[in-house]
Protein backbone atom coordinates (compact mmCIF):
# COMPACT_ATOMS: atom_id res chain seq x y z
CA UNK A 1 0.00 0.00 0.00
CA UNK A 2 1.92 3.69 -1.33
CA UNK A 3 1.20 6.25 1.37
CA UNK A 4 0.56 9.98 0.47
CA UNK A 5 0.91 13.29 1.17
CA UNK A 6 -1.44 15.82 -0.07
CA UNK A 7 -2.32 19.59 0.46
CA UNK A 8 -5.53 20.83 -0.92
CA UNK A 9 -7.07 17.70 0.22
CA UNK A 10 -10.52 20.16 0.97
CA UNK A 11 -10.37 21.94 -2.71
CA UNK A 12 -12.09 21.41 -5.69
CA UNK A 13 -9.47 19.09 -7.48
CA UNK A 14 -7.79 17.78 -4.47
CA UNK A 15 -11.11 16.14 -3.02
CA UNK A 16 -11.19 14.17 -6.61
CA UNK A 17 -7.76 13.14 -5.98
CA UNK A 18 -7.82 11.75 -2.79
CA UNK A 19 -10.99 9.95 -3.88
CA UNK A 20 -9.32 7.83 -6.50
CA UNK A 21 -6.01 7.39 -4.31
CA UNK A 22 -8.69 5.96 -1.76
CA UNK A 23 -10.53 3.89 -5.06
CA UNK A 24 -7.51 2.37 -5.36
CA UNK A 25 -6.28 0.99 -2.02
CA UNK A 26 -3.78 3.78 -1.01
CA UNK A 27 -3.15 5.15 2.22
CA UNK A 28 -3.93 8.92 2.12
CA UNK A 29 -2.85 11.54 4.79
CA UNK A 30 -4.23 15.53 4.23
CA UNK A 31 -2.30 18.19 5.42
CA UNK A 32 -4.22 21.40 6.48
CA UNK A 33 -6.05 24.01 8.33
CA UNK A 34 -9.37 22.00 7.69
CA UNK A 35 -9.95 18.34 7.86
CA UNK A 36 -11.26 17.14 4.60
CA UNK A 37 -15.10 14.94 4.95
CA UNK A 38 -12.72 11.99 3.40
CA UNK A 39 -12.00 8.86 5.13
CA UNK A 40 -8.45 9.99 5.72
CA UNK A 41 -5.46 10.61 8.47
CA UNK A 42 -5.27 14.08 8.86
CA UNK A 43 -2.55 16.46 9.40
CA UNK A 44 -3.62 19.90 11.06
CA UNK A 45 -1.09 22.88 9.85
CA UNK A 46 -1.24 25.71 8.12
CA UNK A 47 0.96 25.62 4.98
CA UNK A 48 2.46 29.21 5.72
CA UNK A 49 3.67 28.47 8.89
CA UNK A 50 7.23 26.94 8.42
CA UNK A 51 7.08 26.16 11.89
CA UNK A 52 4.18 24.10 12.10
CA UNK A 53 4.67 22.08 9.21
CA UNK A 54 8.26 21.48 10.36
CA UNK A 55 6.78 20.10 14.12
CA UNK A 56 3.25 18.51 12.25
CA UNK A 57 5.95 16.41 9.47
CA UNK A 58 8.82 15.71 11.78
CA UNK A 59 9.98 11.95 11.61
CA UNK A 60 7.06 11.49 8.77
CA UNK A 61 7.54 9.43 5.61
CA UNK A 62 5.37 9.37 2.89
CA UNK A 63 6.03 7.75 -0.41
CA UNK A 64 4.70 10.34 -2.34
CA UNK A 65 3.64 14.10 -1.83
CA UNK A 66 0.95 15.93 -4.38
CA UNK A 67 1.22 19.83 -3.61
CA UNK A 68 -2.36 20.90 -4.35
CA UNK A 69 -3.40 24.04 -1.92
CA UNK A 70 -2.92 27.62 -3.48
CA UNK A 71 -5.17 30.49 -3.34
CA UNK A 72 -7.05 29.59 -6.84
CA UNK A 73 -7.34 33.69 -8.13
CA UNK A 74 -5.56 37.08 -7.33
CA UNK A 75 -6.75 38.24 -4.56
CA UNK A 76 -5.63 41.76 -4.73
CA UNK A 77 -3.45 41.21 -1.88
CA UNK A 78 0.07 40.57 -3.27
CA UNK A 79 1.80 39.49 0.55
CA UNK A 80 -1.36 37.21 0.66
CA UNK A 81 -0.62 35.46 -2.71
CA UNK A 82 3.10 35.02 -2.06
CA UNK A 83 2.97 33.41 1.71
CA UNK A 84 0.14 31.08 0.23
CA UNK A 85 1.03 29.99 -3.49
CA UNK A 86 4.79 30.27 -3.19
CA UNK A 87 5.93 30.49 0.56
CA UNK A 88 3.67 27.32 0.66
CA UNK A 89 5.35 25.44 -1.43
CA UNK A 90 8.50 26.21 -0.37
CA UNK A 91 7.90 24.51 3.35
CA UNK A 92 6.35 21.87 1.40
CA UNK A 93 9.64 21.12 -0.42
CA UNK A 94 11.73 21.74 2.91
CA UNK A 95 9.96 18.38 4.08
CA UNK A 96 9.78 16.79 1.56
CA UNK A 97 13.77 17.19 0.99
CA UNK A 98 14.01 15.12 4.85
CA UNK A 99 10.46 12.71 4.09
CA UNK A 100 12.95 11.57 0.78
CA UNK A 101 9.48 10.51 -1.37
CA UNK A 102 9.74 8.98 -4.79
CA UNK A 103 7.75 11.81 -5.89
CA UNK A 104 6.90 15.53 -5.53
CA UNK A 105 3.93 16.59 -7.88
CA UNK A 106 3.13 19.96 -7.79
CA UNK A 107 -0.33 21.47 -8.99
CA UNK A 108 0.42 24.40 -11.66
CA UNK A 109 -1.53 26.18 -13.86
CA UNK A 110 -1.60 26.77 -17.81
CA UNK A 111 -1.64 30.25 -16.30
CA UNK A 112 2.05 29.80 -16.22
CA UNK A 113 2.00 31.07 -19.38
CA UNK A 114 0.74 33.70 -19.49
CA UNK A 115 -3.14 33.19 -19.99
CA UNK A 116 -5.49 33.79 -16.92
CA UNK A 117 -9.49 35.05 -17.23
CA UNK A 118 -8.24 38.23 -14.94
CA UNK A 119 -5.62 39.58 -17.33
CA UNK A 120 -5.52 40.93 -21.21
CA UNK A 121 -5.37 38.20 -23.71
CA UNK A 122 -2.14 38.23 -25.94
CA UNK A 123 -2.36 35.40 -28.31
CA UNK A 124 -0.01 32.53 -28.47
CA UNK A 125 3.38 32.26 -30.43
CA UNK A 126 2.12 29.17 -32.23
CA UNK A 127 -1.17 26.54 -31.97
CA UNK A 128 -1.46 24.21 -29.88
CA UNK A 129 0.85 25.37 -27.23
CA UNK A 130 3.09 23.16 -26.21
CA UNK A 131 5.27 22.94 -22.60
CA UNK A 132 8.26 24.76 -24.85
CA UNK A 133 6.56 27.88 -25.62
CA UNK A 134 7.85 31.19 -24.01
CA UNK A 135 6.32 32.19 -19.89
CA UNK A 136 5.02 35.55 -19.77
CA UNK A 137 2.61 35.94 -16.50
CA UNK A 138 1.43 39.41 -15.73
CA UNK A 139 -0.74 38.73 -12.63
CA UNK A 140 0.14 37.48 -9.08
CA UNK A 141 -1.62 34.72 -8.85
CA UNK A 142 0.13 33.46 -12.81
CA UNK A 143 3.61 34.67 -11.28
CA UNK A 144 2.90 32.78 -8.47
CA UNK A 145 2.31 29.29 -10.28
CA UNK A 146 6.04 30.17 -12.39
CA UNK A 147 7.76 30.38 -9.11
CA UNK A 148 6.32 27.72 -7.89
CA UNK A 149 7.46 25.60 -10.92
CA UNK A 150 11.14 27.39 -10.45
CA UNK A 151 11.01 25.92 -7.05
CA UNK A 152 10.63 22.55 -7.77
CA UNK A 153 13.01 22.14 -10.49
CA UNK A 154 15.35 24.46 -8.09
CA UNK A 155 14.64 21.79 -5.39
CA UNK A 156 15.57 18.88 -7.77
CA UNK A 157 18.97 20.32 -9.25
CA UNK A 158 19.84 21.61 -6.01
CA UNK A 159 18.30 18.96 -3.65
CA UNK A 160 17.50 16.20 -5.47
CA UNK A 161 13.82 16.22 -4.92
CA UNK A 162 11.98 14.60 -7.18
CA UNK A 163 9.66 16.45 -8.58
CA UNK A 164 6.85 16.99 -11.83
CA UNK A 165 4.84 19.91 -12.17
CA UNK A 166 1.20 19.55 -14.29
CA UNK A 167 0.38 22.48 -16.04
CA UNK A 168 -3.80 22.61 -15.37
CA UNK A 169 -6.33 24.18 -17.41
CA UNK A 170 -9.95 25.00 -16.73
CA UNK A 171 -11.28 22.24 -14.88
CA UNK A 172 -15.25 21.06 -14.75
CA UNK A 173 -16.93 18.91 -12.25
CA UNK A 174 -19.27 18.54 -10.18
CA UNK A 175 -19.19 20.16 -6.31
CA UNK A 176 -17.36 23.39 -7.68
CA UNK A 177 -15.89 25.68 -4.88
CA UNK A 178 -13.03 27.69 -4.64
CA UNK A 179 -11.51 27.37 -8.46
CA UNK A 180 -14.52 25.35 -9.13
CA UNK A 181 -16.85 27.93 -7.71
CA UNK A 182 -17.86 28.88 -11.53
CA UNK A 183 -18.96 25.60 -12.62
CA UNK A 184 -21.21 25.71 -9.58
CA UNK A 185 -23.08 28.83 -10.66
CA UNK A 186 -22.97 27.18 -14.35
CA UNK A 187 -24.69 23.99 -12.55
CA UNK A 188 -27.64 26.03 -10.66
CA UNK A 189 -28.37 27.36 -14.18
CA UNK A 190 -28.55 24.74 -15.71
CA UNK A 191 -30.40 23.15 -12.78
CA UNK A 192 -33.05 25.89 -13.37
CA UNK A 193 -33.31 24.76 -17.17
CA UNK A 194 -33.68 28.29 -18.45
CA UNK A 195 -30.79 29.91 -19.57
CA UNK A 196 -26.96 29.16 -18.79
CA UNK A 197 -24.10 31.30 -19.75
CA UNK A 198 -21.19 29.54 -20.85
CA UNK A 199 -17.56 30.59 -20.52
CA UNK A 200 -17.47 31.64 -23.98
CA UNK A 201 -17.80 35.29 -25.57
CA UNK A 202 -18.47 34.26 -28.34
CA UNK A 203 -19.88 30.85 -31.04
CA UNK A 204 -16.11 30.92 -32.53
CA UNK A 205 -13.86 31.09 -29.61
CA UNK A 206 -12.43 28.17 -28.76
CA UNK A 207 -10.97 27.18 -25.55
CA UNK A 208 -9.63 24.14 -24.02
CA UNK A 209 -10.61 22.58 -20.89
CA UNK A 210 -10.20 19.14 -18.72
CA UNK A 211 -12.41 17.16 -16.76
CA UNK A 212 -11.73 16.47 -12.91
CA UNK A 213 -11.67 13.09 -13.20
CA UNK A 214 -8.51 13.23 -15.62
CA UNK A 215 -6.59 15.70 -13.89
CA UNK A 216 -6.49 13.43 -10.04
CA UNK A 217 -5.59 10.18 -13.49
CA UNK A 218 -3.09 12.33 -14.66
CA UNK A 219 -1.53 13.03 -10.86
CA UNK A 220 -1.27 9.07 -10.25
CA UNK A 221 0.38 8.99 -13.43
CA UNK A 222 2.59 11.39 -12.97
CA UNK A 223 3.65 10.19 -9.23
CA UNK A 224 4.52 6.50 -10.42
CA UNK A 225 6.49 7.56 -14.12
CA UNK A 226 9.99 7.61 -13.43
CA UNK A 227 9.93 11.10 -14.60
CA UNK A 228 11.17 13.42 -11.61
CA UNK A 229 13.29 16.23 -12.97
CA UNK A 230 11.14 19.08 -12.58
CA UNK A 231 9.50 18.60 -15.78
CA UNK A 232 6.60 20.06 -16.72
CA UNK A 233 3.18 18.72 -18.34
CA UNK A 234 0.21 20.09 -19.89
CA UNK A 235 -2.70 19.09 -18.42
CA UNK A 236 -5.68 18.94 -20.26
CA UNK A 237 -8.28 17.57 -22.38
CA UNK A 238 -8.76 15.58 -25.36
CA UNK A 239 -9.06 18.41 -27.97
CA UNK A 240 -10.09 22.51 -27.57
CA UNK A 241 -13.68 23.39 -28.41
CA UNK A 242 -15.38 26.58 -29.76
CA UNK A 243 -18.45 28.39 -27.94
CA UNK A 244 -20.57 27.18 -30.25
CA UNK A 245 -19.56 23.78 -29.86
CA UNK A 246 -19.92 24.10 -26.15
CA UNK A 247 -23.47 25.05 -26.80
CA UNK A 248 -23.93 22.34 -28.63
CA UNK A 249 -23.05 19.56 -26.22
CA UNK A 250 -25.41 21.49 -23.71
CA UNK A 251 -28.51 21.52 -25.96
CA UNK A 252 -27.60 17.57 -26.30
CA UNK A 253 -28.19 17.28 -22.19
CA UNK A 254 -31.02 20.33 -21.94
CA UNK A 255 -32.26 20.60 -25.66
CA UNK A 256 -34.65 23.32 -24.63
CA UNK A 257 -32.39 25.65 -22.57
CA UNK A 258 -31.27 29.22 -23.99
CA UNK A 259 -27.17 29.39 -24.25
CA UNK A 260 -25.78 32.56 -23.78
CA UNK A 261 -21.80 33.42 -24.20
CA UNK A 262 -20.60 36.12 -22.29
CA UNK A 263 -19.93 34.43 -18.27
CA UNK A 264 -17.86 36.54 -16.47
CA UNK A 265 -14.50 34.79 -17.07
CA UNK A 266 -13.47 33.72 -20.05
CA UNK A 267 -9.73 31.95 -21.08
CA UNK A 268 -9.77 33.33 -24.48
CA UNK A 269 -11.34 36.00 -24.07
CA UNK A 270 -12.90 35.89 -27.43
CA UNK A 271 -9.79 34.80 -29.53
CA UNK A 272 -8.14 30.74 -29.43
CA UNK A 273 -5.99 28.95 -27.12
CA UNK A 274 -5.37 24.83 -27.24
CA UNK A 275 -2.73 22.86 -25.67
CA UNK A 276 -0.62 20.39 -26.88
CA UNK A 277 -1.05 16.72 -24.75
CA UNK A 278 1.99 14.74 -27.05
CA UNK A 279 4.80 15.15 -24.48
CA UNK A 280 2.29 13.44 -21.17
CA UNK A 281 1.45 10.83 -23.62
CA UNK A 282 4.76 9.82 -24.93
CA UNK A 283 6.78 10.70 -21.58
CA UNK A 284 4.35 9.61 -19.20
CA UNK A 285 2.07 6.89 -21.30
CA UNK A 286 -0.90 9.48 -20.10
CA UNK A 287 -3.91 10.92 -22.67
CA UNK A 288 -6.75 12.32 -21.35
CA UNK A 289 -10.17 9.55 -21.22
CA UNK A 290 -12.99 12.17 -21.40
CA UNK A 291 -13.99 15.03 -23.65
CA UNK A 292 -16.86 18.29 -22.70
CA UNK A 293 -19.60 16.14 -23.65
CA UNK A 294 -18.79 13.45 -20.85
CA UNK A 295 -17.68 16.59 -18.13
CA UNK A 296 -21.40 17.98 -18.90
CA UNK A 297 -22.96 14.45 -18.87
CA UNK A 298 -21.09 14.11 -15.62
CA UNK A 299 -22.18 17.36 -14.38
CA UNK A 300 -25.42 16.85 -15.17
CA UNK A 301 -25.82 13.49 -13.32
CA UNK A 302 -24.87 15.12 -10.22
CA UNK A 303 -27.10 17.72 -10.28
CA UNK A 304 -29.94 15.03 -10.97
CA UNK A 305 -28.60 13.64 -8.09
CA UNK A 306 -30.22 16.42 -5.96
CA UNK A 307 -26.09 17.47 -4.61
CA UNK A 308 -26.76 21.32 -5.39
CA UNK A 309 -28.57 21.44 -2.44
CA UNK A 310 -25.40 20.28 -0.26
Not at 199 to 228: N, T
Not at 233 to 241: E, L, M, S, T, Y
Request: glycine share 8%.
Amino acid sequence: MDTYLVTGANGFVGKEVVRQLLNNGNNVTAIGRHKPDLNVQFIKADICDTQAIRGALQDKKFDYVFHLASLPIDTGDPYQMVNTNVYGCLNLLEEARKIKPEKFVLASSISAYEWFPATKFNAPDYLPVDEEHPCRPKDMYSVTKRMQELLIQTYYWQYKVPAVALRVTAVIGPDGKGGGQGWREIAVQLSKGERVQIPHMSASEKCHYVDIRDVARMFIAAAKSDVHGGEIFNCCGPKAVTGAEFAEIVHRYYPDIIVEYGFPWSMAQGNEIEFDMSKAKEILGYEPQFGLADSIQYLKAWIDGGNLKD
